[in-house]
């Protein structure tokens, strides 16, 4: 039924689901669309020389780096900790955004075919941290960053989908899809040939991103493997309950905390409850 409509009507019916994959899609999407606007009505507003030559772009997206995509200082990481969640959703460049909502929506599907909802929300938030994360160590540790660590910010979500493609490609790694040009081919080689392009790219202009989606692809390989039970939503109930809890109660049950912490740790290694 569902293969017989239009591919509008297809698309309705995907985003009209309170589901993990659409929503993701839909925030990327309405954050690139407020960025839009926001420039558009800066424009209106700004001098005839300013807006002529562009300048006023500038600022606008300076002013929205600064405040949403994470820095490689870590001393303005400290000022604006909520930039490792908010910088996967900013883009400014379409053809950014659209390659990643591609990938996120042709990759999700597959991953929702065989995980959770709650799974595909923590690969694409955990694999966005930790590429966050090594962009950050790699800016602070090797030599050939230390002139552009102070200025040096990363954004967009290539990090989150390249998560996913990697979970999934080593979940099923024989799932076959057809690739335009190409034929049939495993999803393994896929993620195999995107991580190889990756590596390649390091030596570019975009040197911190390319490391940056690696980790992300890291991530995705080791949540199937060894963490498949960590969703966002298990680890803030965690943290919240047991962290905080350790902290304020009497030295005498904080054993029964790190009792507790292993049989967590447990239920995200082998994805069970206990």
């Not at 995509?69 to 001393?75: E, I, K, L």
């Not at 790694?173 to 057809?178: G, Q, R, S």
Request: charged residues 10%; glycine residues 6%; proline residues 4%.
């Amino acid at each position: 039924m569902f293969q017989q409509l239009s591919p509008i009507e297809r698309i309705r019916i995907f985003f009209s689901r309170r589901e993990a994959l659409p929503v993701l899609i839909l925030v990327n999407a309405a954050v690139w669309l407020v960025t839009i606007l926001v420039r558009n009505f800066a424009f209106l507003f700004a001098s005839p020389e300013s807006a002529f030559s562009g300048s006023y772009k500038s600022l606008i997206s300076e002013w929205l780096t600064n405040a949403f995509a994470v820095s490689a200082n870590t001393g303005v990481l400290i000022e604006r900790p909520w930039t490792l969640l908010t910088y996967m959703f900013l883009h400014f460049d379409f053809f950014h955004i659209l390659f990643n909502m591609l990938w996120l929506w042709w990759f999700g599907a597959i991953f929702i075919q065989y995980l959770s909802q709650r799974q595909l929300l923590g690969t694409y938030f955990f694999g966005g941290i930790a590429g966050a994360l090594i962009y950050i160590v790699a800016f602070n540790f090797f030599p050939v960053f230390s002139l552009a660590r102070e200025s040096a910010v990363a954004l967009g979500a290539s990090a989150s989908v390249l998560a996913i493609v990697v979970a999934i490609a080593f979940y099923v790694p024989d799932y076959t899809v057809h690739m335009l040009f190409l034929g049939q081919m495993k999803i393994k080689y896929i993620a195999i040939i995107t991580i190889a392009i990756d590596l390649l790219m390091i030596n570019s202009g975009n040197a911190g991103g390319h490391i940056a989606n690696l980790d992300g692809a890291l991530w995705g390989f080791a949540y199937v493997k060894c963490f498949p039970g960590l969703t966002p939503p298990v680890f803030w109930e965690y943290s919240k309950k047991r962290i905080f809890g350790f902290l304020v109660s009497p030295k005498s049950q904080n054993l029964r905390f790190i009792k507790e912490a292993g049989h967590y740790l447990t239920m995200t290694i082998t994805g069970k409850r206990y």
